[in-house]
């Protein structure tokens, strides 16, 4: 591969002229500079960024640190933000962490040689992403917190409104007759996870409803988590009509749950997942789901830290993007039998496929 040095000799220029033409440091006299330009090209030269970072503080890095490239709705988040950065000259780097916090601490400190202008993060279990970027902002790198927060965050931040769209989701089911609903949340310690339960909770208090403790279970944001508290809430008396699934990797465990117990989705019970992925318009039935846009996650993340990088000093940005609830095949009003039995008067929900 060729180097500077290669450069200079074949231009017939010093090291410095072909310094300067690069970092444009300098006015080079364009007899040179094209000289430069043409031995660049015949060799495919490419410059070192970390050197070129090293020099000036700065790469065209960007990194990204997800919590779990197996779930289907980051890949998403990733590609809406590697096309903002790749359009503005920006390269990313992508971490994963299995949602483990010492991972995240081990690539963080990785990252850290690598001068990066911006780092996303979507933070782990227990992650105290405030303390450890502190080192990042001081050195001038822009620091964006998206899809959940983690505790004392005061930086820029993109998420969605997701007490907003579980409540859409939860009155709907209410309107179309439902009284026993319950919700399968992920991890509470999570800010998404927490303010979708908060949804729910609220849309059942405008009805004059309540959810027992038993129908109100909190897990991991997958399949398996999913399958095995709708495994418990299938056996409760009185059993759900409904499922609020907070997620919908959720939702797919909630649905292989209830084929396995011998129940009908949505004759005998109704089902709304949380995402909107693609794949639930592959299922049996089709996936009700309050939807959000990783693609715009992602995209909006990158921006906000392109934005932070030319204005360093203004305020902190909280982006909150909206959610649709899109209604498919797995919502129906509750059996006969089980709105004979409701204790609570129906009450009418307000026109729930909108934007929140």
């Known amino acids: 591969m060729a180097n500077m040095k290669e450069i200079a000799r074949l231009a017939g220029v010093s090291l410095g002229t072909v310094s300067h033409v690069l970092n444009g440091t300098v006015k080079v006299r364009e007899p040179l500079r094209k000289r430069v330009l043409d031995a660049i090209e015949s060799t495919g030269y490419q410059p070192s960024q970390l050197a070129r970072g090293l020099r000036k503080d700065k790469t065209n890095i960007l990194a990204m640190i997800i919590p779990d490239i197996l779930n289907p709705f980051f890949p998403g988040v990733v590609r809406g933000a590697e096309d903002v950065a790749f359009a503005n000259g920006y390269r990313l780097v992508l971490c994963n962490t299995d949602n483990d916090h010492e991972k995240e ?7 850290q040689s690598y001068l990066p202008s911006g780092l996303i993060v979507i933070p782990s279990d227990f992650s105290e992403l405030a303390a450890e970027t502190d080192s990042f902002r001081k050195a001038g790198c822009a620091v964006v917190c998206i899809d959940r927060l983690p505790r004392n965050w005061e930086g820029d931040s993109v998420t969605v409104n997701n007490a907003g769209g579980s409540f859409h989701a939860t009155a709907y089911l209410i309107s179309l007759g439902h009284r026993n609903l319950a919700a399968i949340t992920g991890p509470l310690h999570l800010t998404n996870s927490h303010e979708r339960l908060k949804g729910f909770k609220r849309a059942l208090r405008q009805a004059g409803l309540e959810a ?122 509750p059996p006969k039998a089980a709105q004979l039995s409701a204790r609570m008067p129906a009450r009418r929900g307000r026109e729930l496929v909108s934007s929140v």
Not at 228 to 249: E, F, H, Q, S, Y
Not at 275 to 285: K, N, S, Y
Not at 301 to 308: H, I, N, P, S, T
Request: proline fraction near 7%; include cysteine; charged fraction near 20%.
């Open 105 to 111: 601490v081990a690539h963080l400190k990785a990252l």
């Open 212 to 333: 027992p403790p038993g129908y109100l279970q909190e897990t991991t944001f997958d399949r398996a988590g999913g399958y095995g508290k709708t495994k418990i809430l299938l056996r409760m008396v009185p059993r759900p009509t409904a499922i609020l699934a907070c997620n919908d990797m959720i939702a797919l465990g909630a649905l292989l749950a209830i084929r396995e117990e011998g129940l009908r989705c949505p004759e005998d019970i109704s089902l709304v997942g949380f995402d909107g992925l693609d794949l639930t318009e592959m299922t049996t039935p089709q996936l009700t789901s309050v939807y959000q846009s990783p693609y715009q996650l992602g995209a909006a993340a990158v921006q906000l830290a392109l934005d932070r990088l030319a204005q360093k000093t203004s305020p902190a940005r909280r982006i909150v993007l909206k959610t649709e609830l899109r209604i498919r095949e797995s919502v129906a009003p």
